[in-house]
C-alpha cells in the first residue's frame, strides 16, 4: 500500500525535494530523518511534517509548495 505522500511526489521526486531541502540548508539531516520517521506514521506529506515541526515556516512552507524538479531544473 502506498502512502499519502505518494499521491503528493513521488518517491523520485520526495528524493529530489530531500535533496534540496539539504543543499539549500532549510532543513539539516537530523530533522530530515525525523520528518521521514513521522511522515510514514502519518502518511502525510514531506512539507507538511515540516512545517508541523516548525523546522520551516509558513512563508518557506508557501514557496515550497509548489516546488518540483522541473521547476529546480528551469530556475
Known amino acids: 500500500m502506498r502512502s499519502q505522500s505518494a499521491e503528493y511526489y513521488p518517491d523520485s521526486d520526495q528524493q ?5 531541502l539539504i ?11 525525523l520528518a ?4 510514514a506514521r502519518q502518511e502525510g506529506p514531506l512539507l507538511m511534517i515540516l512545517l508541523q515541526l516548525n523546522f520551516i515556516d509558513v512563508n518557506q512552507f508557501s514557496g515550497l ?3 518540483t524538479p522541473k521547476a529546480r531544473i528551469d530556475n
Do not use: C, P, T
Open 65 to 67: 509548495i509548489d516546488w
Open 16 to 20: 529530489e525535494l530531500e535533496l534540496y
Open 23 to 33: 543543499e539549500s540548508a532549510l532543513i539539516n539531516q537530523e530533522q530530515l530523518n
Open 36 to 39: 521521514k520517521k513521522l511522515q
